[in-house]
Structure formats: structure tokens, C-alpha cells
């Protein structure tokens, strides 16, 4: 097995190398993960002493949430300079498998953190500089080609973003659902047709992005049932005042996607990733790992400049032991 280079823990050389894909082997036995910069394309050893003794959640938006399982007091840290934003105790414990997000910016006065159970129709949410967490269960129900009533999770298998203050989730082919906080979390749902998708694709996978107050859909196709293969690719943009999916074959020379997710796509993460001097990324790109293909986790980057596809092979080709959960992206905050 290839071993990463080991570094030492300092804000600097983590914030030189965002963003980055984790791996994490899940045991309590490693100090340190192993990191992958997608910029400089090398892998590195890293302990990250802000967080390692917390429970943690990535979000979009780069804050990552940190529980102190032992008092259970949680707080918003900041990659790029381990920058903290308080948050209030919960009353207990998250559930064993959650996807959390953040509405907006944390300056932002109507800021709300997001905390949806995977397995249940449950979340939690908590207003910057709120001195408690809400807890609610919510109900969404669809109607199947039979007309058969059938009940529907925000987050399960389904994309999730948040844009302008609002969450939005894939709903049915022919809803979007939002998510709304006045301050507390309501629930609408918009018509839009979903886009039409190749009968001659049997499988695909789907990503919404939130972008400096856009909303896009990432669609990637495969090659039949083969995950390990990708066969094309799609980008559309919601045109707000249709409103309606519009494809685009460009995202911006200032940004890239982040695409990727839990094991079998329990989970599907898509952000949306600045373009510095400093990270060296190259624009108008998507850079998708595979968490479908769960023996592998290679991380594709497609150039929409081009309509190329790069493989990289970071983890399981060197020898890396298959973790408990796919690799997941941490990146720098926009604020």
C-alpha cells in the first residue's frame, strides 16, 4: 500500500489543500485520516485536531456541525481557519445516519441549520444564535401510476440544496419541494417538470447544487446497470420564473462542482466549490466521486469546457481498506 505523506496539524496546510476528499477508516484507533487533494492530486495524512474528538456532519456550504457526544453541545467549524460558531446543546443525540445543510450563509439573519434523519421522517433545526434546536416530524406523500398512496423522505436517494434562504429537495417528476423558514420550517412544493431522462439509460443518478444563488440539477447516466461506468452527463439551471429545468453546457469559469454521497446512494451531496489561485481547480468542471460503485470510490472529473472525463484512482487502487463510508468532501466557506 502507498502511504500519504504525513503533515503536521496546521490551519495552513489544511487550507492550502481544500478542497479534499476523507477517508476515514471509522475507528477510534486512528488519530488521523488519510486526505486527498484534489488540487494537488497527492494524498497526505492528516489529524484534524478541531474536530477528531466530535461527532460531525459536512454540509454544502463547507461548515462542518460537531456534536460533543458527552455534553452534547454542538457548534458550526470553519476548515479553512477552525473558525467556531456556538450552537445550543440538543436534548440528545443525533441519529446513527443524518444529512445537514445550512439555508444560507451563517451571517445571514434568517440562517437555519439542518438536520434531516436518513431513516426516518424526522429533522432538526436550529437558527444561528437560537438558544435551543426544534425538533419535527413531517409527512410527504406522492401518488404512484396507480394512484397509490405512497410516503416520500426529503433526503433519502434525493438530492438536497439550499439556495437563498430555501431548501430544496427533489419531490415527484413533476415537483420540487421547499423547504421554507419563517423561522420555523415549513414545507411547499412548486410544479416543474423533472427533465427528460434517455429511455436508454437504465440507471442515473441525480445531484442538486445550490451556487451563489442558483439552483442546478447534475445528472450523471451509466453505462447500463455497470455503476463503475459512467455514459454521459447532464447539467440544467432552474429558471425560477417558469419555472422549469433549462441544460446548460456551462456552470462558470469561477467554480466547480463537488459530487458524491453516502454507500448506494442512501445520501446524495452536491456543492459548489470557488476557483482561486490558490486551489489551482480547474473551472467549469465537475469532479463526481463514485459512491455507487462503493469497491472503488474513483472520483471523475468531467471538464464541461470539453465534454472529457479524467479518472483519478486516490484510494482503493493503493491499497486502501474499503471504509464505512464512502470518502466525503470537506471544502472552504465562501464566509
Same mark, same amino acid.
Request: charged share 20%; net charge negative.
Given at each position: 500500500m502507498q502511504n500519504p505523506?504525513? #503533515?503536521?496539524?496546521?490551519?495552513? &496546510?489544511? &487550507?492550502?489543500?481544500?478542497? /479534499?476528499?476523507?477517508? =476515514?477508516?471509522?475507528?477510534?484507533? *486512528?488519530?488521523?485520516?488519510?486526505?486527498?487533494?484534489?488540487?494537488?492530486?497527492?494524498?497526505f495524512a492528516h489529524a484534524i485536531d478541531g474536530v477528531k474528538d466530535y461527532r460531525c456532519f459536512e454540509t454544502p456550504q463547507g461548515w462542518v456541525l460537531a456534536l460533543d457526544r458527552a455534553s452534547l453541545q454542538t457548534? !458550526?467549524?470553519?476548515?479553512?481557519d477552525s473558525e467556531r460558531i456556538q450552537l445550543p446543546a440538543v436534548e440528545e443525540d443525533f441519529p446513527s445516519r443524518c444529512k445537514c445543510l445550512l439555508s444560507d450563509v451563517p451571517t445571514?439573519?434568517?440562517c437555519a441549520v439542518l438536520v434531516l434523519d436518513l431513516d426516518d421522517t424526522q429533522m432538526w433545526v436550529c437558527q444561528i444564535g437560537a438558544s435551543k434546536w =426544534?425538533?419535527?416530524?413531517? $409527512? !410527504? $406523500?406522492?401518488?404512484?401510476?396507480?394512484? #397509490?398512496?405512497?410516503?416520500? %423522505? /426529503? @433526503?433519502?436517494?434525493?438530492?438536497?440544496? @439550499? *439556495?437563498?434562504?430555501? *431548501?430544496y429537495f427533489q419531490l415527484t417528476g413533476y415537483e420540487l419541494g421547499i423547504i421554507e423558514f419563517n423561522p420555523d420550517p415549513s414545507l411547499a412544493t412548486i410544479e416543474v417538470d423533472m427533465v427528460?431522462?434517455?429511455?436508454?439509460?437504465?440507471?442515473?443518478?441525480?445531484? +442538486?447544487?445550490?451556487?451563489?444563488? &442558483? +439552483?442546478?440539477? *447534475?445528472? /450523471?447516466?451509466f453505462d447500463g446497470d455497470n455503476v463503475h461506468k459512467i455514459a454521459e452527463f447532464a447539467v440544467y439551471k432552474m429558471d425560477f420564473s417558469v419555472p422549469a429545468w433549462c441544460k446548460v453546457d456551462r456552470i462558470g469559469d469561477d467554480r466547480v462542482f463537488l459530487l458524491g454521497g453516502d454507500r448506494i446512494g442512501l445520501s446524495n451531496f452536491g456543492a459548489s466549490c470557488k476557483v482561486t489561485p490558490e486551489n489551482n481547480l480547474c473551472g467549469n468542471s465537475i469532479y463526481?466521486? #463514485? %459512491?455507487?460503485? /462503493?469497491? &472503488?470510490n474513483y472520483l471523475h472529473v468531467i471538464n464541461l469546457e470539453n465534454g472529457t472525463e479524467e479518472e483519478q484512482r486516490p484510494f482503493r487502487d493503493k491499497g486502501f481498506p474499503m471504509p464505512l463510508r464512502s470518502p466525503f468532501w470537506l471544502l472552504s466557506t465562501d464566509t
Amino acid at each position: 500500500m502507498q502511504n500519504p505523506s504525513s #503533515n503536521s496539524d496546521s490551519t495552513f &496546510e489544511l &487550507e492550502s489543500a481544500l478542497p /479534499i476528499l476523507v477517508h =476515514d477508516p471509522g475507528t477510534q484507533q *486512528v488519530d488521523s485520516q488519510t486526505l486527498y487533494s484534489i488540487s494537488k492530486q497527492s494524498l497526505f495524512a492528516h489529524a484534524i485536531d478541531g474536530v477528531k474528538d466530535y461527532r460531525c456532519f459536512e454540509t454544502p456550504q463547507g461548515w462542518v456541525l460537531a456534536l460533543d457526544r458527552a455534553s452534547l453541545q454542538t457548534f !458550526l467549524w470553519r476548515p479553512q481557519d477552525s473558525e467556531r460558531i456556538q450552537l445550543p446543546a440538543v436534548e440528545e443525540d443525533f441519529p446513527s445516519r443524518c444529512k445537514c445543510l445550512l439555508s444560507d450563509v451563517p451571517t445571514a439573519s434568517s440562517c437555519a441549520v439542518l438536520v434531516l434523519d436518513l431513516d426516518d421522517t424526522q429533522m432538526w433545526v436550529c437558527q444561528i444564535g437560537a438558544s435551543k434546536w =426544534d425538533s419535527c416530524s413531517y $409527512t !410527504l $406523500t406522492m401518488f404512484d401510476a396507480r394512484d #397509490n398512496p405512497r410516503e416520500r %423522505h /426529503i @433526503a433519502r436517494r434525493h438530492g438536497v440544496a @439550499a *439556495v437563498n434562504g430555501k *431548501v430544496y429537495f427533489q419531490l415527484t417528476g413533476y415537483e420540487l419541494g421547499i423547504i421554507e423558514f419563517n423561522p420555523d420550517p415549513s414545507l411547499a412544493t412548486i410544479e416543474v417538470d423533472m427533465v427528460d431522462l434517455p429511455l436508454s439509460m437504465s440507471m442515473c443518478s441525480t445531484y +442538486l447544487v445550490g451556487s451563489y444563488g &442558483e +439552483l442546478f440539477l *447534475v445528472v /450523471i447516466f451509466f453505462d447500463g446497470d455497470n455503476v463503475h461506468k459512467i455514459a454521459e452527463f447532464a447539467v440544467y439551471k432552474m429558471d425560477f420564473s417558469v419555472p422549469a429545468w433549462c441544460k446548460v453546457d456551462r456552470i462558470g469559469d469561477d467554480r466547480v462542482f463537488l459530487l458524491g454521497g453516502d454507500r448506494i446512494g442512501l445520501s446524495n451531496f452536491g456543492a459548489s466549490c470557488k476557483v482561486t489561485p490558490e486551489n489551482n481547480l480547474c473551472g467549469n468542471s465537475i469532479y463526481f466521486l #463514485n %459512491h455507487l460503485a /462503493i469497491t &472503488e470510490n474513483y472520483l471523475h472529473v468531467i471538464n464541461l469546457e470539453n465534454g472529457t472525463e479524467e479518472e483519478q484512482r486516490p484510494f482503493r487502487d493503493k491499497g486502501f481498506p474499503m471504509p464505512l463510508r464512502s470518502p466525503f468532501w470537506l471544502l472552504s466557506t465562501d464566509t
